[in-house]
């Protein structure tokens, strides 16, 4: 990596990409960093590995950067964890007169421009967590239904129809909860809930 020494004058477009789980790779993002014209010596990059979620690359690229640096990513969500560190960092680097630029969100937009383009910066910032608190928000609805459904129905029908159909037959013809269970292979258990609706043969009252 380039030292503080060797920095020049002007403002250089500075890279960096990561990937937050082993999984991942950063071939997208370097390619894409690549096809915008900054050269592998200017590129930072982060992957986690294994429990570690230090940002050795983050690091290095921060304290490089000088006034009228930009810092190019690939999205914004490279940038941090969470909303708040993306904006947090954001806001230092602005401070210290560093830009911050995108190149695959749906707005692509350079903090380093007045106006316009730091209104949309926020917006997309804002938009993004808005959808991860919404997937959250439905995810946890859909447990939460499913809990209360299996409280509610119970197990699903583990049993064909026309084996339930047959044991409600046998009942109706008198026959006991063990006649019926040896007829047609369906456990006590299950044959309670099968038949609880069913009122009992008149002999058996």
């Known amino acids: ?32 960093l690549t096809a915008a014209g900054i050269p592998a010596g200017r590129i930072y990059a982060d992957k986690k590995t294994g429990t570690t979620t230090d940002r050795g690359g983050l690091s290095e690229l921060l ?3 000088r006034r009228g640096d930009t810092v190019v990513v690939h999205t914004l969500d490279r ?6 560190e993306v904006l947090n960092l954001v806001h230092d680097l602005a401070g210290r007169g560093i830009g911050v630029r995108s190149l695959a ?7 380093a421009d007045e106006g316009m383009a730091r209104i949309a910066f926020l917006l997309l910032a804002l938009f993004a967590e808005m959808e991860r608190t919404f997937t959250a928000e439905r995810a946890a609805h859909a447990r939460a ?19 339930i159909e047959y044991a409600r037959l046998l009942k ?32 058996q009252r």
């Open 172 to 203: 109706g013809q008198g026959g006991s909860l063990g006649q019926i269970a040896a007829k047609t292979g369906i456990p006590k258990t299950s044959l309670h809930r099968y038949l609880a609706s069913e009122a009992e043969p008149a002999g």
């Open 105 to 111: 969100d749906p707005l692509p937009i350079s903090t």
């Open 79 to 84: 940038l941090g964890r969470n909303l708040r």
């Open 145 to 163: 239904v499913a809990e209360a459904a299996g409280r509610h129905i119970g197990r699903p029908v583990a049993h064909p129809e026309e084996k």
């Open 1 to 32: 990596m380039p030292s503080d020494h060797d920095h020049p004058a002007s403002g250089l477009d500075l890279g960096y990409a990561r990937v937050s789980t082993t999984r991942q790779s950063l071939e997208r993002q370097l390619a894409a």
């Open 63 to 65: 304290a490089y950067a």
